[in-house]
């Protein structure tokens, strides 16, 4: 039946040109392409049918479409590429060809500014560093000798690749933001090229082009913070790195320089006669008008535990090499990494205000409740090696007095193991071992076991002070079977990096998560601590499902209108070191 179908599919793109395609109005013969069910594209003549992660729709519809005369569509692709500087070449010809006809070679992008809206959008894309051909048309742009028709085409095609990566980002965003050279560009699908048609023909781009930007409350502000980032291109001053800490009260060669970025990061105010603006790479400086302190105190201190905030770390003034390091990143690095988060703010709800945000990196947990917020909380995440998934889900029940049924990666790396050096491991630390996984899986006494010759043993860990998940779990359904839970070890809280768990997310104020949620479902403090004693397995299930979002940003946008920035654990923001190499042209569409 598949093949059937595959056959009329390609039948019907014979029959029917790729221009019919693209005709307006809206309509033609075409086999839709489906974004892991999501966000259609269609068959472009310069893409493949499918990309990497997309599956195509088992169905087709065949909607009647005025079919293009193919020689006034040639005519018209030579008009274009007659009016490009020689070696300019568009993405999109056959698309934009079919476009440029209906529209008789008029300009699509009459309104300067809704073109300016776009390329500050585009600059966006750019900078991120997702895909180079976003850089690529960003220089085009900047180009003088771009000009009339084919700066128009220019706009056209660019847009056309931005609306592709906007109609599949909810579905692919996962993988496209979070996996360097994952995004595979394509045309957009008919239904959205005949949106902005019909926006050019209304005269409405303006909201059109304004409908595809993040439309998270975040993002006017990240937007906002991008500018004086890309602006100031000056060397940036850096401090050398070091075996020991800088503390207050010590004097070193580095604190002219540190005094420079704390200055141009806005965070102290400056002083003509004791800043030098020529520190070198090296911390060397030019010779000041008087003598310039060595001394680590006062205002640098208070400056650099402002600086520390901005990027979560404990703010004692104590200047290690990870805080060195984050001192010595350039506005350029920091404006790439925020215009990398801009995109992410499209994989979560527009307003972030109900239900429980999980922020990986921030190592933080906050639950909203109608836009009021009811908790905040430290979190541990997985490891480096034991990622946490990104995910939506939903919180459908609390369980008091959980067990823990140990994950086989888990027993055949972490436990097993430590069975073998002690055979008294896993009786002391509250372990059932059972033969198997099955409904008939019998105890089996662990200091029987030959640990050596392998086996397909279950371990369960009984309720108590010493449980793994602590006397709290908070389950959603998901298919990596992570969920939200306590820990018997709330020392582990007070560490700043606190990537330390196998992918769950532990929660350092469970009990008062689970006292609002058992609350609600009609538990009363004295069922809760009388349940918690009995030591049994008890199931409260929640009336309402609260929606559950564990994300990865590594920058936003405080409330008071300062960047923040995160250490990037999991190594998932390398793509806008990419994005780096476009600011000269970022910059000019930024103004």
Request: with cysteine.
């Amino acid at each position: 039946m598949l093949l059937v179908k595959r056959k009329i599919i390609k039948s019907l793109a014979v029959k029917c040109t790729l221009t019919a395609l693209m005709a307006f109005p809206l309509g033609g013969c075409a086999a839709d392409e489906d974004l892991n069910n999501q966000a259609p594209a269609t068959i472009s003549a310069e893409a493949p049918a499918t990309t990497e992660g997309e599956q195509v729709a088992a169905e087709t519809t065949a909607v009647e479409v005025p079919v293009q005369d193919p020689v006034v569509v040639a005519q018209t692709r030579d008009a274009l590429l007659a009016a490009l500087p020689a070696g300019v070449t568009l993405k999109f010809m056959p698309e934009l060809s079919s476009i440029y006809t209906t529209s008789e070679m008029k300009s699509l992008w009459e309104d300067e500014k809704v073109q300016k809206l776009f390329e500050q959008q585009l600059a966006e894309m750019a900078l991120a560093g997702i895909q180079p051909q976003f850089g690529q048309w960003a220089k085009l742009l900047t180009q003088p000798e771009i000009t009339g028709i084919a700066k128009d085409a220019v706009l056209s095609d660019a847009l056309l690749g931005y609306m592709h990566f906007v109609e599949g980002v909810k579905a692919n965003g996962n993988r496209w933001l979070y996996n360097k050279g994952s995004y595979k560009m394509a045309a957009p699908s008919v239904e959205m090229i005949g949106q902005w048609q019909q926006a050019v023909k209304d005269g409405s781009s303006d909201k059109f082009i304004q409908s595809l930007a993040p439309q998270n409350t975040f993002y006017s502000k990240m937007h906002d913070s991008l500018k004086p980032l890309v602006e100031d291109v000056q060397p940036w001053p850096q401090m050398t790195l070091a075996k020991q800490s800088l503390r207050p009260g010590n004097s070193h060669k580095d604190v002219p320089v540190l005094r420079d970025i704390l200055t141009r990061s806005g965070l102290i105010k400056g002083d003509a006669e004791t800043t030098s603006h020529n520190a070198t790479a090296e911390g060397e400086t030019s010779a000041p008008k008087k003598k310039v302190s060595l001394v680590y105190s006062g205002e640098l201190v208070d400056g650099v535990k402002r600086f520390q905030q901005m990027y979560g770390m404990e703010t004692d003034g104590v200047i290690g090499n990870t805080t060195r390091e984050a001192l010595n990143m350039a506005p350029q690095t920091r404006a790439a990494i925020l215009a990398l988060n801009i995109q992410r703010l499209r994989l979560l709800p527009n307003s972030m205000d109900h239900g429980i945000f999980v922020n990986i990196p921030d190592y933080s947990l906050a639950y909203y409740v109608n836009s009021e917020l009811i908790l905040e909380s430290r979190v541990i995440v997985g490891s480096v090696k034991r990622k946490t998934p990104l995910m939506s889900s939903a919180l459908n029940n609390v369980v008091v007095n959980p067990p823990w049924n140990v994950p086989v990666k888990l027993i055949r790396e972490d436990l097993v193991p430590k069975a073998k050096r002690d055979a008294e491991y896993l009786k002391r630390g509250g372990y059932t071992v059972y033969s198997g996984w099955g409904k008939g899986a019998t105890v089996v006494d662990p200091s029987t076991i030959d640990w050596s010759a392998g086996g397909n043993y279950r371990l369960q860990q009984a309720p108590g002070r010493g449980n793994a998940l602590g006397r709290f779990k908070f389950n959603m359904p998901n298919d990596d079977a992570i969920y939200l839970h306590d820990t018997p070890n709330h020392r582990l809280f007070d560490k700043n990096m606190r990537a330390l768990s196998s992918g769950c997310i532990r929660v350092n104020k469970a009990s008062e998560l689970a006292n609002i949620l058992l609350n609600e479902v009609g538990w009363d403090d004295n069922k809760i601590q009388n349940t918690l004693k009995r030591g049994s397995t008890t199931y409260a299930n929640i009336r309402e499902e609260i929606p559950v979002q564990l994300y990865y940003m590594t920058s936003w946008v405080s409330n008071s209108g300062t960047p923040e920035f995160r250490t990037d654990i999991y190594g998932y923001d390398s793509a806008a070191q990419e994005g780096i190499k476009e600011l000269p042209q970022v910059e000019k569409l930024l103004r």
